[in-house]
């Protein structure tokens, strides 16, 4: 993890995105009143999209088997088109 103001991010825009995608790292520009920005790579980025939708999912699974162990669930017919 590198942090650099947002003045020398500017000046040297490709050497810092070539850092994030080609080695991975991850920017933080400081900016005045801690309104600071993180520049990772969409490979980066796509992995952690994928992580939080991945733990809302197993969030979800775990709400429904809980409310099952409570007798919460409801018995269906299975409906074969």
């Known amino acids: 993890m590198i942090a650099v103001n947002y003045t020398t991010m500017r000046n040297n825009l490709k050497k810092y995105c070539d850092l994030a995608t080609d080695n991975g790292e991850t920017i933080i520009i400081t900016r005045k009143e801690d309104k600071n920005v993180v ?43």
């Open 39 to 81: 520049v990772l790579s969409l490979e980066q980025f796509n992995e952690m999209e994928k992580e939080l939708r991945n733990a809302r999912y197993l969030d979800k699974l775990e709400r429904g088997f809980k409310q099952l162990l409570e007798g919460k669930g409801t018995v269906h017919e299975l409906i074969e088109e």
